[in-house]
């Protein structure tokens, strides 16, 4: 009993010297990069999430206005208003979108690099 509790913690304690992660596999060369996704990815859904409530206040604003008995100035209003903050919502998602596409690419570099410098090892010897 006591021998396979040790070989385990033997191992798990050679990997991480080794610099491997504890499952034994490689450890992942992009790890930094990829820690960098989710808070974007979080972003983008907290502006669909945004423009979704702005679309349903637009919505009950729209029905009160076709109440009124004048209702062009109100709805004029309300299209520009629309206009101007789903432009807003676009800007954002889409800097946002920019920044995961540039982690995207750096990892991809990163890897051609990488396949690079292991055809030139192999070339060499």
Do not use: V, W, Y
Not at 58 to 87: G, N, P, Q, V, Y
Not at 101 to 119: F, L, V, Y
């Amino acid at each position: 009993m006591l021998k396979s509790l040790i070989l385990p913690r033997t191992l798990i304690l050679a990997s991480l010297l080794a610099g491997l992660p504890p499952s034994g596999l490689p450890a992942d060369p992009d790890a930094d990069l990829r820690e960098k996704r989710p808070p974007h990815e979080r972003l983008i859904e907290q502006i669909e999430s945004e423009r979704l409530a702005f679309q349903r206040d637009l919505a009950s604003r729209e029905a009160a206005c076709l109440k009124r008995f004048f209702s062009s100035r109100c709805l004029d209003e309300i299209r520009t208003e629309h206009l101007k903050r789903m432009r807003e919502f676009d800007l954002r998602r889409e800097a946002e979108l920019q920044a995961l596409r540039d982690i995207d690419a750096e990892i991809r570099a990163r890897n051609r690099s990488r396949r690079t410098e292991k055809k030139s090892e192999s070339g060499s010897q």
